[in-house]
Nanobody, 126 residues
Framework: QVQLVQSGGGSVQAGDSLRLSCVASGRTSSNYDVGWFRQAPGKEREFVAGISWPGGTTYYADSGKDRFTISRDNAKNTVYLQMNSLKPEDTGVYYC???????????????????WGQGTQVTVSS
């Protein structure tokens, strides 16, 4: 069993930056692929970014490419999502998720992840 605890998030102005953190605990908590997803009100959960274990490959949705950076510190069992140049359309609840994935094409698929964080609200005002 793996537990994911998120931190970061909050309310910011357009153009600001935020960093989300996702700390894993439990057995073999570090050797999982991790994805970040978000869900805006009235919309489906969507993929934002993903990073393979131990961290050689990253994946981004077009919406965050060039603005978001996913990284991980395996010694701290932590995955980060650095979000720059935030836009109002980035508003939503952000979730980290962990699983063991086999192909890059699986990262955007939420049903491939076994463990989820509690979610953290990000609100971007114009």
């Amino acid at each position: 069993q793996v537990q994911l605890v998120q931190s970061g998030g909050g309310s910011v102005q357009a153009g600001d930056s935020l960093r989300l953190s996702c700390v894993a605990s439990g057995r073999t908590s570090s050797n999982y692929d991790v994805g970040w997803f978000r869900q805006a009100p009235g919309k489906e959960r969507e993929f934002v970014a993903g990073i393979s274990w131990p961290g050689g490959t990253t994946y981004y949705a077009d919406s965050g490419k060039d603005r978001f950076t996913i990284s991980r510190d395996n010694a701290k069992n932590t995955v980060y999502l650095q979000m720059n140049s935030l836009k109002p359309e980035d508003t939503g609840v952000y979730y980290c998720a962990a699983g063991r994935l086999y192909f890059g094409s699986e990262f955007p698929r939420s049903n491939k992840y076994n463990y989820w964080g509690q979610g953290t609200q990000v609100t971007v005002s114009s």
